[in-house]
């Protein structure tokens, strides 16, 4: 089976979520093929899952100081700062059926695709339910996927060198938190492809590496391709609701 | 208003939450769970409006919500919920 990958992009936060959604709604209405994307977040942003809030989870005065953008995902799952310089975020839309119907034995099934192309990277990890990749217990990769109108999307992480420190001054850490000891700890918990393999890969040689492992892993074949104008078009309309203070403020 | 948050086996649910003679008169939900259709959330603060604060009451409103929605809650159970909005309750 043949699965459409995109370029590489890097846009801002919004116009990504809203080209997330686009593929999303015009896979499930059969107007776009199964596809896979890479890319990146400019300014770095903090993403809030569907039902967080905002107020309880994001200093947003923090984020206005650093330039950084927040916005709420279409998907479930945890606040995540997205670092420009340190993460390559992945996108996976595709038909239900072409997945597991059991969320997690899904989640399986795609990061699967991951784990594999971590190992081209020369990282060993395995994925941990319901939504991570770890090596050896340590988060290298996060993943929220949301099912609408009989399609899947799926997005996450893989950490290439983010910024730990920044990243809790923006997550509402309480700041006595924020001390040396308590990053060495997050250091417990998370890794990324930089400190396993000593050194930091381009963002094309991961999208190289991912695409390899997707294609052993969910058995497809990944051609590229372009984003279509309808695509296109759908996601600019959609954009305006992911850049909205409502939007935002939902919860 | 009340709050408190409750760790469950993955993922924190936080509950803000308001009384009026013993009965949820309004309710939020948040954290970083996940809820399959999103917007069963809605229904499920919709379907805890009113009722008693007391665990059986709550345990069968979220259990009558899980049967009438069809939602999923990956890791997350009716109990978890019962145990954040009595904390909530109690805070």
């Known amino acids: 089976m043949e699965w459409r990958l995109l370029p590489l992009r890097i846009d801002d936060a919004f116009t990504s979520m809203a080209i997330d959604e686009a593929l999303l709604k015009l896979n499930a209405e059969g107007k776009s093929q199964n596809t896979i994307r890479f890319w990146r977040w400019l300014p770095s942003t903090v993403s809030l899952g569907w039902f967080q809030s905002v107020e309880r989870e994001v200093d947003l005065g923090v984020a206005k100081k650093y330039g950084v953008d927040v916005v709420r995902r279409i998907t479930g799952g945890g606040a995540v700062f997205h670092d420009y310089d340190g993460e390559l975020t992945y996108s996976v839309v595709c038909k239900q059926s072409d997945v597991p119907t059991d969320i997690i034995e899904s989640y399986k099934f795609i990061c699967g695709g991951l784990v594999c192309g971590f190992e081209q990277l020369g990282v060993k990890a395995e994925f941990k339910p319901v939504n991570d990749v770890q090596v050896n217990g340590r988060k290298i990769s996060g993943s929220a996927q949301t099912r609408r109108w009989g399609s899947v999307l799926q997005h996450g992480t893989i950490l290439i060198s983010p910024n730990v420190r920044q990243m809790f001054e923006l997550l509402r850490v309480s700041p006595e938190k924020i001390s040396d000891k308590f990053i060495a700890s997050v250091f417990e918990r998370v890794t990324t492809v930089e400190r396993e393999i000593g050194r930091k890969p381009s963002f094309e040689k991961v999208r190289e590496a991912m695409k390899a492992g997707v294609e052993d892993s969910l058995g497809i074949k990944l051609v590229e391709g372009e984003i279509t104008d309808e695509e296109l078009e759908l996601a600019t309309e959609l954009k305006s609701k992911y850049a909205s203070d409502e939007w935002l403020r939902k919860r | ?91």
């Open chain 2, 1 to 91: 208003m009340k709050f408190a948050e409750f760790k469950a086996p993955k993922g924190v649910i936080k509950v803000e939450l308001e009384l009026t003679d013993d009965k949820i008169s309004r309710i939020m939900l948040s954290g970083d769970f996940f809820m399959y259709p999103e917007d069963a959330i809605e229904k499920l603060e919709q379907s805890l409006n009113g009722v008693k604060a007391d665990r059986d009451s709550l345990l069968a409103a979220v259990q009558r919500f899980y049967s009438s929605t069809g939602a999923q809650t990956p890791m997350i159970e009716p109990e978890h919920w019962v145990e954040a909005i009595l904390r909530a309750v109690g805070g």
